[in-house]
C-alpha cells in the first residue's frame, strides 16, 4: 500500500500556467523528496527539503514543506510541454523512501 | 560517469520460476535500494543494501532476496514468482554519509512480466 497520498491524480494545463501539486505522508521523515518519471521510464530526483526546511527553491520548482501536518507541495511555473511527466513526492525516513501514488500532469502547447 | 544501470531491461517469466535481476550503482555510491512499482503505482520499497548486508526491508515476503557485492552492484532474487510479481522493479544508489539527506539516484528499472 502506498504510504502517502498526492493531489490531484492529474492535472492538465497549458504551457505557461503553473501547476500545482501536494503530497501528504504519514510518519516521521529525514527530508521529502520529489521525483519526476517520463511514461515507464526510471525516475529522476528533483529536489530535497529537509525537515527544518519550510520552502525551497530549485529553477522553476517551489517546495514548501509542513511537518506538523505532514504536509508537502510541489510548485512548477511557466510550465512546458516538455513537463509532461508523473510527479512523485517521497517521505525519506533513514534512506526508505516512501512514495504517494503520483500526479500525472499533462501540459499541452 | 555512468549513472545507475540495470539489466534486463525486460524480462518474462512463467508463475513459479525464479528471476535475478541486476543492479550497477553510480560511480561513487556505496548503498543500493530496491523498488517494486505495479502499473498506476507509485513505487514500493523491497530493501536497501549497505557493506553487503540488507540494512532496511519493506513489507515483502522472503521469495524476495537480494545481494550486495564487494564492487557495491546488487542483485535482486525473487522466487516462486506469482502474476502479481509483474511490475518494474527499479534500483536506486545513494552515498551513505553522515548527512542523512541524501537524494536518491534511479536506473531505468526492469519491467518483469508473468505468464
Known amino acids: 500500500s502506498q504510504q502517502g497520498e498526492e493531489d490531484p491524480q492529474a492535472l492538465s494545463i497549458q504551457e505557461g500556467e503553473n501547476a500545482t501539486m501536494n503530497c501528504s505522508y504519514k510518519?516521521?521523515?529525514?527530508?521529502l523528496q520529489w521525483y519526476r518519471q517520463n511514461s515507464g521510464r526510471g525516475l529522476v530526483h528533483l529536489i530535497l527539503?529537509?525537515?527544518?526546511?519550510r520552502e525551497k527553491h530549485s529553477g522553476r520548482l517551489r517546495v514548501t514543506l509542513d511537518t506538523s501536518k505532514k504536509s508537502s507541495s510541489l510548485l512548477i511555473t511557466a510550465s512546458r510541454a516538455a513537463d509532461t511527466a508523473s510527479y512523485f513526492c517521497?517521505?525519506?525516513?533513514?534512506?526508505?523512501?516512501?512514495f504517494g501514488a503520483g500526479t500525472q500532469v499533462v501540459v499541452t502547447p | 560517469d555512468a549513472g545507475v544501470t540495470q539489466s534486463p531491461t525486460h524480462l518474462i517469466k512463467t508463475r513459479g520460476q525464479q528471476v535475478t535481476l541486476r543492479c550497477s550503482p553510480k560511480s561513487g555510491h556505496d548503498t543500493v535500494s530496491w523498488y517494486q512499482q505495479a502499473l498506476g503505482q507509485g513505487p514500493q520499497f523491497i530493501f536497501q543494501?549497505?557493506?553487503?548486508?540488507?540494512?532496511q526491508r519493506g513489507n515483502f515476503p522472503d521469495r524476495f532476496s537480494g545481494h550486495q557485492f564487494p564492487n557495491y552492484s546488487s542483485e535482486l532474487n525473487v522466487n516462486a514468482l506469482l502474476l502479481g510479481d509483474s511490475a518494474l522493479y527499479l534500483c536506486?544508489?545513494?552515498?551513505?554519509?553522515?548527512?542523512?539527506?541524501?537524494?536518491?539516484?534511479f536506473g531505468d528499472g526492469t519491467r518483469l512480466s508473468i505468464l
Open positions: 510518519t516521521s521523515i529525514n527530508n
Open positions: 543494501y549497505y557493506e553487503e548486508e540488507e540494512r
Open positions: 527539503i529537509r525537515s527544518n526546511e
Open positions: 536506486a544508489s545513494s552515498l551513505r554519509t553522515g548527512d542523512r539527506n541524501q537524494p536518491q539516484h
Open positions: 517521497a517521505s525519506d525516513s533513514w534512506g526508505k523512501l516512501q
